[in-house]
């Protein structure tokens, strides 16, 4: 499967955007999507997950203000992110986890830009 993301973009501190990873194939069998972020000079974090089960799990930096979300039907995993701090300027990546027994396999998208400007 190939992973789409888009919707960054330059925004200013305290503003939002919505984040979308479109994905080329079902993402229903899917156990988790998730979004990941990459600032300069820094590792790839995890922002937040959702299971196929729509369970959510976020980063402490970003509970209460961003929001994770799938629509099967459009195969597609979103990240609405709201009151944006300058310290979110990353490229973020969205994810597909898949695991059965003893494999697992996980795709990444390519990235999106997303800059906050103070």
């Known amino acids: 499967v190939q992973l789409q993301a888009s919707g960054g973009g330059l925004v200013q501190a305290g503003g939002s955007l919505r984040l979308s990873c479109a994905a080329s194939?079902?993402?229903?069998?899917?156990?988790?999507m998730g979004w990941y972020r990459q600032a300069p000079g820094k590792l790839r974090e995890l922002v937040a997950t959702?299971?196929?089960?729509?369970?959510?799990n976020y980063a402490d930096s970003v509970k209460g203000r961003f929001t994770v979300s799938r629509d099967n039907a459009k195969n597609t995993v979103y990240l609405q992110m709201n009151s944006l701090k300058p310290e979110g300027t990353a490229v973020y990546y969205c994810?597909?986890?898949?695991?059965?027994?003893?494999?697992?396999?996980?795709?990444w998208g390519q990235g999106t830009l997303v800059t906050v400007s103070s």
């Open positions: 994810s597909a986890d898949y695991y059965k027994g003893d494999y697992s396999a996980k795709y």
């Open positions: 194939g079902s993402i229903f069998s899917f156990n988790a």
């Open positions: 959702v299971s196929s089960g729509d369970s959510t």
